[in-house]
């Protein structure tokens, strides 16, 4: 490390300062970094002396329970924006059963959902205010999201960088003729180089995503310097959860895949640095759609994410259900590594996006991820899709809401057992390790939202329908509808899943393979009082299952937690309908 000219007596971090060497050595001067340093410490103290020192809890625990919604996916109304609507709309009915809201970008942005952020200082008006947000933290655990990757076309850093003035000036990524792209990895199928005049000179951005999405420069240390100034600003806001978005992205070199490399873990661990210094049980966690290994590289050695996200859980569990086999996620489940204490998984089937089918290479087969699309597409799906370094195209993902996507299968054409099938998938992601993520719309088995996209043309707006806040309410108070079937059935599970012990994300999990068309896991608290075994029937049809096949302590008194009336008793047969979840217990909390 380059630090031995260093004051004892300066006013530096060493981790802080060794992370800078490591990531900007042969960019700036020592001098610089050195600068840098003093800029990040100063930004430090200034936080933690606004700090109000709390009481620490457990960061997460079987309490856990994720919402991802946007800001404005109940509309704003006569009775105020959209925040205030959906945190009247929380407090009324979801405050007892979810704890922690993952809000999509709030800030000004023109386009892509709110990921093409215009401007960080700011809550997009049409949403509200700062003290909504403050508001909203108050009764749940907040998490934002922190669009590290790109900034909006419009934005105010873009004009600037146009114009070669400050905040923005060598912020976005500019390349020139002789820059190698050949083997740059693709999320998406556009031309990835967007031509622009700078001051009468020809120059190249790169653009990721779109190309109203313009990649930020890292190199510049300045851009760095911004995300760890809005990290800790939005810590003042009671924000305590931070999803690194496209994280994996942000770092590029000429003649790579421009993905994964060594700098950008080095960024995640020095923001990870930053954040453990402060009193609030900071949580980083990384967005990286991404195959199995380089997903699970975020976790670093227990020093970058505190959570990743479970990426192979949407095609996996959707191709279980569609074919009614089990088998590749039980497969795929016995060979998961558990996260170390300190880490977690954040498990979801569906999000504002796609059901991205990257993380399913080399979990499904070629064959079977073909016949899986060929499923969606028959239930309504539209396709996104990434260019390869050849120039071919391949699905990124598939656009559809959950729902529509577990709708029909060949098996069962008009849908006889879809909400079935549909909460069957959920009892899954209750009950493995990690913390459940639950996307709005899921929780009213809301359909595609086909009017939006026809519309907009955006195939991912299938998925983010937007309620209106009586309609909603209507919908999940009138009996019998398929809102309120859904929403009530998740209510009681979550309620149920909540308070069990065995179901801590860190708990231990022993994942049992006991027949094609069930998927079952073993639970078991870290204190070693509680067993859970958790059965769900991914199939069509009603199964007979030995209780022998899993251990039943013989002096123990069984019970399933989903319908407690019933014993469970060893040396007989648990009888599993279609498609139903048994949580079977020796500790009834």
Request: with cysteine; aromatic share 12%; proline share 3%.
């Amino acid at each position: 490390m380059q630090n031995s000219k260093i004051k004892v007596n300066e006013n530096i971090n060493l981790d802080i300062l060794k992370r800078l060497n490591y990531i900007y050595h042969t960019i700036i001067s020592e001098d610089k970094t050195l600068e840098y340093s003093k800029k990040i410490n100063k930004l430090l103290n200034h936080y933690k002396k606004l700090e109000t020192k709390i009481e620490t809890e457990d960061v997460w625990s079987e309490d856990t329970i994720l919402l991802i919604t946007y800001a404005d996916s109940i509309s704003k109304s006569a009775s105020g924006r959209s925040l205030k609507n959906f945190g009247t709309f929380y407090k009324k009915y979801l405050k007892k059963f979810i704890n922690t809201i993952h809000f999509l970008p709030f800030f000004p942005s023109s386009g892509d959902g709110g990921f093409s952020v215009k401007n960080h200082d700011e809550v997009d008006e049409n949403y509200g205010t700062w003290e909504d947000i403050k508001e909203l933290s108050k009764n749940a655990n907040i998490m934002a999201d922190l669009v590290l990757n790109h900034s909006s076309s419009e934005g105010k850093w873009y004009k600037n960088f146009l114009e070669e003035k400050s905040p923005g000036k060598n912020y976005f990524y500019i390349v020139d003729t002789e820059y190698d792209c050949s083997k740059v990895v693709r999320p998406r199928n556009h031309n990835l180089l967007s031509e622009i005049n700078v001051l009468n000179e020809k120059k190249f951005l790169w653009c990721t995503f779109s190309h109203d999405q313009i990649d930020l420069n890292f190199k510049n240390p300045d851009v760095l310097l911004e995300f760890i100034n809005l990290i800790l600003r939005l810590t003042s806001y009671g924000i305590k959860i931070f999803r690194l978005d496209a994280v994996a992205f942000i770092w590029k070199k000429s003649g790579t895949t421009c993905l994964n490399l060594p700098q950008t873990h080095e960024i995640i661990k020095l923001l990870r640095d930053i954040v453990d210094q402060l009193e609030k049980n900071i949580i980083i966690v990384t967005e990286t759609n991404l195959p199995k290994q380089e997903n699970l590289s975020y976790f670093g050695k227990n020093d970058e994410a505190h959570w990743v996200y479970n990426f192979p859980l949407p095609p996996l569990i959707t191709n279980t259900f569609l074919f009614e086999d089990a088998s590749a996620l039980t497969k795929w489940s016995m060979k998961m590594p558990p996260a170390q204490i300190g880490n977690a998984y954040l498990n979801f089937i569906a999000s504002h996006d796609g059901i991205g089918m990257r993380p399913a290479e080399g979990v499904l087969t070629n064959k079977e991820i073909k016949k899986m699309l060929q499923r969606l597409k028959k239930n309504g799906s539209q396709f996104s899709m990434r260019k390869l370094s050849n120039g071919v195209e391949k699905v990124y993902e598939a656009n559809i809401s959950l729902f529509d996507a577990l709708k029909f299968t060949d098996t069962d054409i008009k849908g006889k057992f879809a909400l079935k099938r549909f909460i069957a998938s959920h009892c899954i992601i209750l009950a493995i390790e990690g913390i459940p993520a639950f996307y709005f719309n899921s929780l009213f088995a809301t359909k595609n939202d086909v009017s939006a996209y026809k519309k907009t043309g955006v195939k991912r707006d299938l998925n983010r329908h937007k309620w209106e806040y009586l309609s909603l309410v209507k919908s999940i108070n009138e009996k019998d509808s398929i809102e309120n079937n859904s929403y009530e059935a998740f209510k009681n599970l979550i309620s149920i899943r909540k308070v069990q012990p065995a179901f801590h994300p860190n708990a231990t999990q022993f994942t049992l393979n006991l027949d094609k068309n069930i998927f079952s896991v073993w639970r078991q608290s870290k204190d070693r009082k509680q067993s859970i075994f958790a059965l769900t029937n991914v199939s069509s049809k009603t199964i007979r299952l030995s209780t022998n096949l899993i251990n039943l302590i013989d002096d123990e008194q069984w019970f399933d937690l989903l319908n407690p009336n019933e014993k469970i008793i060893d040396e007989k047969f648990i009888k599993l309908t279609a498609y139903q979840s048994v949580w079977i217990t020796n500790f009834k909390v």
